[in-house]
């Protein structure tokens, strides 16, 4: 599923970053940020309009992204 | 021995700025790299040899891929590429011991680029609080480069950070085999590190309030309402004070001079000249002082992002906010925060929409002319009615603002989604000594770029208004007869729509370098002499008699856009490096005064008759 969907509090791990082209500048710094495989992830908290931006867990930080960035990355639910 | 030099490089929030702090104390220096608009911060220190240690503090960034300029500036910088930067010596990468996963990764990335290096492993008090193990030795044979245990704000760790440069020597990492970056870290971090939580609790308990979708903004608001209650009631004594000093000070010159030019130029364009930037300087310390706390607590982030989708319906970014709201004290810090926002179409309209947030230069021509024309009575029982005209012309500004926006996003051509990804930082205890440098260093910056500016207007203006002299037998104000004058009187065709007497249109040319010279200098048109107090107050009455309420109307709504500001247009130059960029400023800036002066003198007079 994508991260966008995730439910709020719920574990899950990273699958993969969807690339949105050939020379993805916003995928490769979700990977550098840490959004690669097998990484733990959790959505902690949305944005008070439109549940908009989504704030992730990702490692021992929190990124704030929108639903576009969010939906590039593809998490499956469950403890790593 | 020769001097050193030493370069830190870190992700943004591994307190990267605090070591460097505590590194130098006050020696520091703040410009731009040559040709783009990324901060260049150096200092320097004696080391216990006696030798003199130079510390380049550069942009903190997520990686050397290079998508920003900061990032270019931070890789090349490394290598050596940039001219007019030696190579540094010793790299030092700054980690927070509370972010490894994180940080550890760019570590990885500057080690690969082979240059001598240390890892200065910070923020370790906060690390133990949580009950994070780290253990050093394994960590350093791991990286294969010297670890230092540093405490941002406390001087032993970076004595130690010192110490360790200083006397044995840094040598280039071995090369190792290239692995992927991600399955180091985890490799690292599970010989290394223990950790029992991968967040701070108090973190996530203060998010669940600050972050909640219905508590959130109404915090935010008030916090907001707290700040600007203290820029503009606590400023008020300073304030008074520091205009007091000035008019002393131009009357000790008056009293102590002969009369004649040079008293005329040192009085009026010298000091009174200083004296009207000089007072707003509390404002803005103020203004600066909450901005760092919140900045340094952690608040700002959580800040847009409480407000990034509201802003991106206007076509802003949430991290707009912070520049914007600096905008309401004065327009060139405004613009000088808006560095933080990577994304440069961003940048662009965040600038271009910074001057029409009402900064405090407006007030006084506000205070003015809605002192003259508009009755003060209260209204629903408890606002007063001056107060909410203000209000109303504080919300034209920022309603005009979201709607350019909103078209130049329309405008686009290049109409990708523009990306949040903004880090959520720990929250902390904002420290003293920092915050004082901070505030040191952005006063410094805010008065150093002005001050030329206002300088070289004033001088320009008082020349305009002061030459060719009115003759023995004048019966005008002496004005009247300057070169300002006859510009004055040239113009009036051009601002007769609009409602403006030739008086207004004299005032318009002293009112470019600063708004809120306007206000002397009609005092000047009409012949008032005194304090700024006083003026104003026989203004009041003259205008009040003299204007139509449309004219005063039309003056207001120009005033909510006219970018009479050099001091600002210059900023714009300085941070954009672009003429083209001002112009269109300007333009699009006089063209909406004119016209929403044009539709207020109008309609005013179709109602009044």
Known sequence: M????????????????????????????????????????????????????????????????????????????GQA | MSGLIIALVGNPNCGKTALFNQLTGSRQKVANFAGVTVERKEGSFTAPSGRTVQVLDLPGTYSL????????????????????????????????????RLHLRFVLEIRRLGRPMVLALNMMDAAAKRGIKIDREALEAKLGIPVIETVAVMTKGARALIEHIDTQGVEAPKATEEKDPHVEVREILSAAVVMPRFTAKIDDQL????????????ILLVIMFVMFQAVFAWSGPLMDGIEGVFGW????????????LLQSFIADALISGVGSVLVFLPQIIILFAFILVLEESGYLPRAAFLLDTLMGAAGLTGRAFIPLLSSFACAIPGVMATRSIHDIRDRLTTIMIAPLMTCSARWPVYILLVGAFVPERTVWGFASFRGLIMLALVFAGIFSAMIVSWVMKLIRRDKTDSVLMMELPSYRLPNLRNLGLGLWERAGIFMRRITGVIFAANTLIWVLATFPRAPANATLPEIDYSFAGMIGHAMEPLFRPIGFGWEICIALIPGMAAREVAVSALGTVYAIGGSEDAVANQLSGVIASQWSLATALSLLAWYVFAPQCLSTLAVIKRETNSWRFVGLTTAYLFALAYLAAFATYTVTKMITG
């Open chain 2, 65 to 100: 891929d290079a998508l920003g300029p900061d990032e270019v500036i931070t890789r090349d910088v490394c290598l050596g590429k940039v001219a007019g930067v030696a190579l540094p010596d010793v790299i030092v990468c700054v980690a927070d011991a509370t972010n490894l």
């Open chain 1, 2 to 77: 994508k991260l966008s969907e995730l439910p709020l509090h719920r574990p899950a791990v990273v699958t993969e970053v969807i690339d949105s082209g050939p020379d993805d500048r916003v995928g490769r710094r979700l990977r550098e940020l840490g959004f690669v495989t097998d990484e733990p992830v959790k959505v902690v908290a949305r944005g008070p309009l439109f549940g908009e931006p989504i704030l992730i867990q990702i490692g021992f930080t929190r990124f704030a992204l929108r639903r576009a960035e969010a939906a590039r990355v593809l998490v499956q639910q």
């Open chain 2, 207 to 218: 998010d669940g309030i600050l972050l909640n979708p219905w508590l959130g903004i109404p």
């Open chain 2, 249 to 260: 000070a131009a009357e000790a010159v008056r009293g102590y001079l002969p009369e004649g």
